[in-house]
């Protein structure tokens, strides 16, 4: 079955940002801080490259999504401020940019909560959610639930949004799926001592790569969400490419260019299916050592869907 996308458009695109800014290499290594050159790298995100972004975009007449860490919010109030005066969307991204792998749904709605209270200060009330290295956790979905989110844009398993309900099933989700191709951080990120071995691609390949999978969800009736971080593709030939690729996709036939909130708007009711979250865990062995039947994993695997 096709989406159902409105206003008779046959696809959709949206375009965000992670304001990440210091946050992401504090959160790997408080001790980064005491690497100015490193520092100052994080910081161009929100000096340099969020204002480039904003006078793109406005040239070319796209609203955009923001996903803000509460310590940006905190450290660079203005900069939000700048952002929301765009007429952009601003939507939560943990507060330190926190590694959520294995922790605890406590830990974890602490983090969350520090982000709303960050963005609260500056009188932003999210309805988005994108986890930090999009790393959920499976009992992520009930928290943002049971704190009034709209929707997540951290998951992997769709070309098109779909609604889904946390494993304790306190209500439903949009989930808006990202992918790692259509990510800047894939493209560009190169840190020393960190990503020794990451190399800076040519931001020619990376509009060719881009357009390519733009053009793909067009033809595929999918959502094409791209994910740039400011401190990179704010450099000036990177936003250059990504100016290109904007152009070209707002010139896509049948193309909805939209925020992640107002396609996760359109998804509330446009959608009635509610998926239920299955974890798939690798099968049990027996006490003879030999694996289950594969149809355990299978199973497991209907309900996903
Ligand atoms: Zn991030």
Request: one cysteine or more; aromatic letters at 10%.
């Amino acid at each position: 079955m096709s989406f159902p996308w409105p206003h008779g458009s046959t696809s959709a695109a949206a375009f965000t940002f992670d304001v990440d800014a210091e946050s992401c290499v504090l959160a790997h290594d408080p001790a980064s801080s005491s690497r100015m050159s490193l520092m100052t790298h994080q910081a161009y995100g929100p000096r340099v490259g969020v204002p480039r972004l904003l006078r793109l975009l406005e040239r070319q007449e796209v609203r955009a999504t923001f996903f803000v860490p509460g310590f940006t919010a905190d450290t660079y109030p203005d900069v939000v401020r700048r952002i929301v005066d765009g007429g952009h969307e601003i939507a939560h991204h943990g507060y330190l940019h926190e590694p959520m792998q294995g922790i605890s749904a406590e830990q974890e709605a602490s983090y969350i909560d520090a982000g709303l209270e960050a963005l609260d200060r500056l009188g932003v009330t999210p309805v988005g959610y994108r986890a930090p290295w999009w790393e959920m956790n499976w009992h992520t979905a009930d928290l943002l639930v049971e704190r009034g989110f709209l929707y997540d844009s951290s998951l992997l398993d769709g070309d098109v949004p779909y609604r889904f309900r946390g494993e304790r099933g306190s209500g439903s989700l949009v989930e808006i799926p990202v992918d790692w191709a259509l990510d800047d951080w894939e493209q560009y990120a190169f840190y020393p001592g960190w990503t020794g071995s990451g190399v800076i691609e040519s931001p020619r390949k990376v509009h060719e790569m881009w357009l390519l999978e733009a053009e793909a969800h067009a033809a595929e009736n999918g959502c094409f969400v791209l994910t740039n971080h400011p401190f990179i593709s704010g450099r000036p030939s990177k936003a250059a490419a990504l100016e290109r690729l904007v152009e070209d996709v707002r010139a896509m036939d049948g193309m909805w260019v939209a925020t992640l909130r107002e396609i996760a708007e359109h998804a509330l009711v446009a959608v009635d299916e509610i998926r239920t979250v299955r974890r798939v865990t690798a099968p049990q062995r027996r006490l003879d050592g030999r694996p289950v039947a594969p149809g355990a994993l299978v199973a497991a695997l209907d309900g996903v869907g």
